[in-house]
């Protein structure tokens, strides 16, 4: 069914060519000669790219997996139960996994163990890319009016994406790519200090990101480019082009939002440009591992912000839609079957 629209777009290119060919041979206009081949259209030689289809139903069972096992942040059971469950997958796919252990102190002075878990598929490829979210989610509800203190479930702030990189998994074990992927699920992105308390948040949230870039799990280990994915199962999602994206890898916004729209959903990959997003584990990955990386996330036009449920109660499964998590794997599997 895409297939077919694609072509239709592509033959609606074709004919467009043509009359705008006729156009110019009709006026006698020199300028004929420089009309490009068709040939060299690059959504022609785009759209073949062969890639297997991304399971959408495989993906939500991922997020509602990890969501099943409840709150799930540094020190308490589920976390432990996921972080097995997570590395357990990882492995069934092919991939070499580590769980990497790491101490570190949240903003209200708790000591807690990081989990970040690790896995490489193709490990002596040269070429490599790097897709990451985070896993845990937020031990509280600072932005809900309610129960603020009770620890989030994370259907989408955390689940979302990793049940998409669970499923790409699946299908690189499958369908194996020649190129070299690692997928690292961050631990204690979320266990940042609220907004409002204080004007250094950004360094509160993020923990398990900072410490893999400060201590990376293989010596001099690096990619060509990595992807944040973060929020990225709600309805009607709208990934704009963020300013952290845009400082460090907007070449790669670039290519990423431009396969957004040959795959027919330049709906939900949309060229604007927001500053909304105080910090992620990209910003990290790229000030401190240096690997340019950029970030698919979720900006809500009505309140200029994340998604309406961040950080309350409403982020639970009744926010993940099935065509987000379709659209967004479908990307990140054209990127990877697209790298030679
Ligand atoms: C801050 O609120 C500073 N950063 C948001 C990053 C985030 C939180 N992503 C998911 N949850
Ligand atoms: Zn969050």
């Known amino acids: 069914m895409m297939e077919k629209i694609h072509l239709l777009g592509v033959m609606k290119n074709k004919l467009v060519y043509i009359f705008v060919l006729f156009l ?70 092919g991939f070499s996994t580590i769980t990497q252990i790491g101490k570190a102190t949240t903003f209200n002075n708790k000591k807690i163990t990081i989990k970040n878990i690790i896995g490489e598929y193709n490990p002596e490829a040269k070429k490599r890319i790097l897709l990451f979210a985070h896993w845990d989610s937020r031990p509280f509800a600072d932005q809900d009016s309610k129960n603020m203190t009770k620890p989030i479930l994370g259907a989408n702030d955390g689940a979302s994406g990793v049940g998409i990189l669970i499923e790409v998994a699946r299908q690189i074990a499958i369908n194996k790519p020649e190129i070299g992927v690692d997928i690292i699920f961050f631990d204690a992105e979320d266990y940042g200090q609220p907004a409002g308390m204080s004007n250094t948040v950004s360094e509160t949230y993020c923990l398990g990101s900072q410490y893999w870039a400060n201590n990376l799990h293989k010596k001099d280990y690096s990619a060509d480019f990595g992807i944040l994915l973060d929020m990225v199962g709600n309805t009607n999602a709208y990934f704009t082009q963020e300013s952290i994206s845009m400082r460090y890898a907007p070449q790669i916004v670039h290519k990423i939002w431009n396969y957004g729209k040959i795959l027919g959903y330049g709906k939900y990959f949309v060229n604007k440009s927001t500053n909304f997003v105080g910090t992620d584990d990209h910003q990290f990955i790229n000030e401190i591992a240096g690997i340019p990386s950029i970030d698919i996330i979720h900006y809500d036009r009505s309140s200029g912000n994340f998604h309406p449920t961040w950080h309350t109660h409403n982020d639970n499964m009744d926010v993940i839609d099935k065509t987000t998590l379709r659209v967004v794997g479908e990307v990140i599997l054209y990127t990877i079957y697209n790298e030679k």
């Open 24 to 93: 110019f041979v009709g006026c006698g206009n020199d300028e004929t000669k420089e009309i490009k081949p068709i040939k060299k259209d690059p959504i022609l030689t785009q759209v073949k790219i062969e890639r297997p289809d991304f399971n959408t139903d495989s993906a939500y069972l991922y997020v509602k997996q990890q969501v099943d096992f409840g709150p799930r942040f540094p020190n308490n059971e589920a976390h432990g139960k996921c972080a097995k469950f997570l590395e357990k997958k990882l492995k069934s796919f």
